[in-house]
T-cell receptor
């Protein structure tokens, strides 16, 4: 079964500090993509960052970066210089093409609180 | 340009009733996805359309759930004989072609409450 595990239901960070959210996944496929989505109270899922499995270099997007460990099937998200607007649910997901279809498989999420 | 829109934003219905949830994808996007997000969970895949056809409906929980996309644009998720366990947020997403590397753009969801 294809699964995504986020072991931290909740995390908190002080404004301007750095926080790391954990994610592990399980797949037998060799070609896939990994994503972190942010979901604020408005419910709209917003893409934060993505990583191609065949790329060894970790993706970065401004204050957001990932630590992708393919052998360990680990994909953590680091948020630097945390801002109040970063407070939200964060979901790790992967996407694989299988059997003529492709879809996102999500973890259960981590609720991030940013303290002023 | 306009993003993915979903209507209604909230829907309250009684057990046993029929409901329809609508998704308007981004113009020109051929790929459309429905997900269901229960309280405290991540979204779970329901169905994927490529154009007018359902390429993968393996996530639909049972035959009470059905979705259509007759003209390859707007999609409707239909739930018959609703049950309390159907209460969730139903998310729609679209993608330009459905390729693996593409971003899926999500709508704000419809929160369904079955009393």
């Amino acid at each position: 079964a294809q699964t995504v595990t986020q072991s931290q239901p909740e995390m908190s960070v002080q404004e301007a500090e750095t926080v790391t959210l954990s994610c592990t996944y399980d797949t037998s496929e060799s070609d896939y993509y990994l994503f972190w989505y942010k979901q604020p109270p408005s419910r709209q899922m917003i893409l934060v960052i993505r990583q191609e499995a065949y790329k060894q270099q970790n993706a970065t997007e401004n204050r957001f970066s990932v630590n992708f460990q393919k052998a360990a099937k680990s994909f953590s998200l680091k948020i630097s210089d945390s801002q109040l607007g970063d407070a939200a649910m964060y979901f790790c997901a992967y996407r694989v093409f299988q059997g003529g279809s492709e879809k996102l498989v999500f973890g259960k999420g981590t609720k991030l609180t940013v303290n002023p | 340009g306009a993003g993915v829109s979903q209507t209604p934003s909230n829907k309250v219905t009684e057990k046993g009733k029929y409901v329809e949830l609508r998704c308007d994808p981004i113009s020109g996007h051929t790929a459309l996805y429905w997900y269901r997000q229960s309280l405290g969970q991540g979204p779970e895949f329901l169905i994927y359309f490529q154009g007018t056809g359902a390429a993968d409906d393996s996530g639909l929980p049972n035959d009470r759930f059905f979705a259509v996309r007759p003209e390859g644009s707007v999609s409707t998720l239909k739930i018959q004989r609703t049950e309390r366990g159907d209460s969730a947020v139903y998310l729609c997403a679209s993608g330009r072609t459905g390729a693996l590397q593409e971003t899926q753009y999500f709508g704000p969801g419809t929160r369904l409450l079955v009393l």
